[in-house]
């Protein structure tokens, strides 16, 4: 049977925001049909109706100091979330406009698939669930702070071949040129664990990263990543320790190896550490 947009909202939507910690029914965190300013139709100088120059967002997830932080458009679960792309988009900067501050995230979702728009900084991309408030206030944090990615931030004591180098500089030269996917080809005994070191520092220092999660496809290899890591970024902790089995929070590198369903299934199963930092990125 298909859900009406109301029964997608309720038994969907408002179930994965209680996930993350949204609570619907408290206009501290959510607002429902939030009321938004929007401009008359050309030539009308007035209103004609109680409704018109009024927007009704879906959702609006306010911050810790009560403004808006990120809108929701929902779709009944039978369209085709990108039908709200442009609606949500609409909603962000005619909520900026009446409220001044900062431009909220972006969402659409149809309750089974959802995206997630940082607007003016990186394209839309599908997402698994909502951000905790906490790490939405980080992405606005984020945001406002980070720092252009140039060349300063490279350093050359971690990795400093040439060609290290022009790999690092490409890579980061495309995340300010709002790029997400990268894929480096580097042979055996060239350095490619330092070069990926090399360009998570320069994220982090830069202040686009603060938590980083690096897959390997062997224990052998996570053993050697970890120590890697330590040796050259010895204040970031990292994840795990010896004997951890638990994914603990407060860690800024996590090293973990390929679940061997996502390996061999794509799409069967998220690796936990995977799931957890799913949120924990700017770009």
């Avoid at 939030?34 to 927007?55: C, K, M």
């Avoid at 790029?179 to 080809?185: C, E, S």
């Avoid at 794509?266 to 936990?272: I, L, V, Y």
């Amino acid at each position: 049977m298909t859900k009406s947009e109301a029964q997608t909202r309720s038994e969907l939507i408002d179930q994965q925001l209680a996930l993350s910690g949204w609570n619907v029914k408290d206009p501290t965190q959510v607002v429902e049909e939030f009321d938004i300013l929007s401009s008359l139709p050309e030539g009308v100088a007035e209103p004609r109706t109680p409704y018109e120059g009024h927007q009704f967002s879906d959702y609006v997830l306010l911050g810790k100091d009560r403004k808006p932080l990120a809108v929701i458009e929902a779709k009944k679960s039978s369209r085709d979330a990108a039908i709200g792309r442009e609606q949500a988009k609409q909603y962000c900067y005619n909520i900026q406009k009446q409220l001044g501050g900062e431009l909220p995230f972006c969402f659409y979702t149809n309750g089974h698939e959802t995206y997630f728009w940082d607007l003016e900084n990186a394209p839309p991309r599908k997402v698994v669930g909502f951000p905790t408030r906490d790490d939405l206030e980080r992405f606005a944090y984020i945001r406002r702070n980070c720092k252009p990615l140039t060349q300063e931030f490279i350093n050359t004591s971690i990795a400093g071949r040439d060609y290290q180098i022009r790999a690092i500089r490409s890579v980061l030269e495309g995340i300010e040129q709002k790029k997400r996917d990268f894929l480096l080809v580097m042979a055996t005994g060239t350095g490619k664990t330092r070069t990926c070191i090399t360009m998570i520092d320069a994220l982090m220092r830069a202040g686009h990263a603060e938590k980083v999660l690096f897959l390997v496809d062997r224990i052998a290899l996570r053993e050697q990543a970890l120590a890697a890591f330590k040796e050259h970024m010895p204040n970031e902790p990292r994840w795990p320790n010896v004997g951890e089995k638990l994914i603990a929070k407060d860690r800024r590198v996590y090293v973990a190896t390929l679940p061997h369903d996502a390996q061999h299934h794509s799409g069967r199963g998220a690796a936990p550490v995977a799931a957890f930092l799913r949120f924990h990125r700017r770009r």
